[in-house]
C-alpha cells in the first residue's frame, strides 16, 4: 500500500508561508502583492479554477484583480489589456487563463506578457532562463511539484524519472527540473511506443496527459513515487467501470452522482503497487495555486 502525497495539505503550509511573507510586507508599509487574472469566455473549468485563484489570493492577503472579458474579445484588445497590466506599477503578477478562445494564438498573447510578471512561467524568456538552470519565474505545477517532493525528501539524485506529456506548461518545465536534481528523465507522449515498458522504468513517474485512467497498475514499477497531474472528470459509467475496478468507492460515487473527478492513473491499483503516490482531487491541484501565489510574491519582491 502506497504512502499518499498529501497535496492539498503542503498546499496548505505553502499559503500559510506566504499569508505570513505578505503580512510581514505590509507591517513594514511596502505595496501589497497583487495578481491581475484574465479570464476570455466562459469556459466551466477556467471559470472554477480563476475563482479557486482568487480566493487564495484573499486566504494569503495577495490582492487580486479580475478581467473577465467576453469570448468575442478581439486579441487586439486582449493585447492592450495585458499591455495596460504591464505598465501598472500595482500589478505584480500578470496570469490569461488558458486556454483560449478558437482563434486566439494562445504563444502570441503570452509573449505580449512583462516576463518581470509572468507569473505563469510560459514567456519565452522565463522558458529560457529554466532550460539554463537560472532564476526567474517557473511554472506553477512543476515547481510546486517539486517544492512537495522535496519536502517528502523523495531522492531524485540518479533516478530514472519518467515524464508521461510533453506539454510547455507542465511536461517540458517538469522534465527540465528533475534534471536539475540530476534525476534520468525520459520524456513519453502518446506516439511514444511501448510506454507501459518506458514507464515501468520509473523510479518517479509524473502522468500529464489529460486522460483519465490511461496508466494502469501494471505500468508502475513497485515501489516507484507516482505523481498524477491529470484532472479529468469522468461522467461514462462504461469507461468507469474499466477505470475504477480497484476503487468501489468512486465507481459509487460515478453511479449516486453522475460524474466523479479522476487522475491520469487508476489511482486504486496505484495504491496497490506504488511507494507513493498522489491523489485525484486533492493532489496536484492544490498545488498549482500554491505555486501560483508563490510566483506572484516572489515577483512582487523581485520588483520592490
Ligand atoms: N489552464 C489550466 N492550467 C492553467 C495554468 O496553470 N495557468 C493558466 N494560465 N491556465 C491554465
Redesign the pocket.
Given at each position: 500500500m502506497a504512502q499518499i502525497l498529501d497535496g492539498k495539505a503542503h498546499a496548505d503550509r505553502m499559503l500559510e508561508e506566504i499569508r505570513q511573507a505578505v503580512a510581514t510586507r505590509n507591517a513594514t508599509g511596502a505595496r501589497v502583492p497583487c495578481l491581475a487574472v484574465i479570464l476570455v469566455g466562459e469556459n466551466p473549468a477556467?471559470q472554477v479554477?480563476v475563482r479557486n485563484k482568487v480566493a487564495a489570493c484573499a486566504k494569503t492577503g495577495i490582492r487580486s484583480l479580475e478581467f473577465l472579458l467576453p469570448e468575442t474579445t478581439t486579441s487586439d484588445k486582449l493585447i492592450d489589456t495585458i499591455i495596460e497590466l504591464n505598465t501598472n506599477p500595482e500589478v505584480d503578477g500578470i496570469?490569461?487563463?488558458?486556454?483560449l478562445p478558437k482563434g486566439m494564438d494562445a504563444k502570441v498573447m503570452l509573449q505580449r506578457i512583462d516576463p518581470a510578471k509572468d507569473v505563469?512561467g510560459l514567456h519565452p524568456m522565463n522558458q529560457g532562463l529554466l532550460l539554463q538552470g537560472q532564476r526567474g519565474l517557473r511554472p506553477?505545477?512543476p515547481s510546486a511539484v517539486m517544492n512537495m517532493l522535496k519536502a517528502y525528501g523523495v531522492p531524485m539524485k540518479g533516478k530514472r524519472a519518467v515524464v508521461l506529456g510533453r506539454s510547455e506548461?507542465v511536461g517540458k518545465p517538469m522534465a527540465l527540473m528533475l534534471m536539475e536534481e540530476h534525476a534520468t528523465v525520459t520524456i513519453a507522449h502518446s506516439r511514444t511506443v511501448d510506454l507501459p515498458s518506458v514507464c515501468r522504468e520509473a523510479d518517479i513517474l509524473v502522468a500529464a496527459i489529460g486522460q483519465p485512467g490511461f496508466v494502469e497498475g501494471s505500468w508502475i514499477k513497485p515501489g516507484a513515487i507516482v505523481v498524477d497531474v491529470g484532472i479529468n472528470r469522468v461522467e461514462d459509467l462504461q469507461l468507469g467501470e474499466r477505470i475504477f475496478t480497484h476503487d468501489p468507492k468512486k465507481l459509487e460515487a460515478l453511479r449516486t452522482r453522475g460524474s466523479v473527478l479522476c487522475g491520469d492513473v487508476r489511482y486504486g491499483e496505484a495504491f496497490e503497487i506504488a511507494g507513493s503516490v498522489t491523489p485525484v482531487p486533492g493532489g496536484v491541484g492544490p498545488l498549482?495555486i500554491a505555486g501560483l501565489l508563490t510566483n506572484t510574491l516572489q515577483a512582487c519582491q523581485n520588483r520592490g
Amino acid at each position: 500500500m502506497a504512502q499518499i502525497l498529501d497535496g492539498k495539505a503542503h498546499a496548505d503550509r505553502m499559503l500559510e508561508e506566504i499569508r505570513q511573507a505578505v503580512a510581514t510586507r505590509n507591517a513594514t508599509g511596502a505595496r501589497v502583492p497583487c495578481l491581475a487574472v484574465i479570464l476570455v469566455g466562459e469556459n466551466p473549468a477556467s471559470q472554477v479554477y480563476v475563482r479557486n485563484k482568487v480566493a487564495a489570493c484573499a486566504k494569503t492577503g495577495i490582492r487580486s484583480l479580475e478581467f473577465l472579458l467576453p469570448e468575442t474579445t478581439t486579441s487586439d484588445k486582449l493585447i492592450d489589456t495585458i499591455i495596460e497590466l504591464n505598465t501598472n506599477p500595482e500589478v505584480d503578477g500578470i496570469l490569461v487563463q488558458l486556454p483560449l478562445p478558437k482563434g486566439m494564438d494562445a504563444k502570441v498573447m503570452l509573449q505580449r506578457i512583462d516576463p518581470a510578471k509572468d507569473v505563469d512561467g510560459l514567456h519565452p524568456m522565463n522558458q529560457g532562463l529554466l532550460l539554463q538552470g537560472q532564476r526567474g519565474l517557473r511554472p506553477c505545477t512543476p515547481s510546486a511539484v517539486m517544492n512537495m517532493l522535496k519536502a517528502y525528501g523523495v531522492p531524485m539524485k540518479g533516478k530514472r524519472a519518467v515524464v508521461l506529456g510533453r506539454s510547455e506548461i507542465v511536461g517540458k518545465p517538469m522534465a527540465l527540473m528533475l534534471m536539475e536534481e540530476h534525476a534520468t528523465v525520459t520524456i513519453a507522449h502518446s506516439r511514444t511506443v511501448d510506454l507501459p515498458s518506458v514507464c515501468r522504468e520509473a523510479d518517479i513517474l509524473v502522468a500529464a496527459i489529460g486522460q483519465p485512467g490511461f496508466v494502469e497498475g501494471s505500468w508502475i514499477k513497485p515501489g516507484a513515487i507516482v505523481v498524477d497531474v491529470g484532472i479529468n472528470r469522468v461522467e461514462d459509467l462504461q469507461l468507469g467501470e474499466r477505470i475504477f475496478t480497484h476503487d468501489p468507492k468512486k465507481l459509487e460515487a460515478l453511479r449516486t452522482r453522475g460524474s466523479v473527478l479522476c487522475g491520469d492513473v487508476r489511482y486504486g491499483e496505484a495504491f496497490e503497487i506504488a511507494g507513493s503516490v498522489t491523489p485525484v482531487p486533492g493532489g496536484v491541484g492544490p498545488l498549482t495555486i500554491a505555486g501560483l501565489l508563490t510566483n506572484t510574491l516572489q515577483a512582487c519582491q523581485n520588483r520592490g
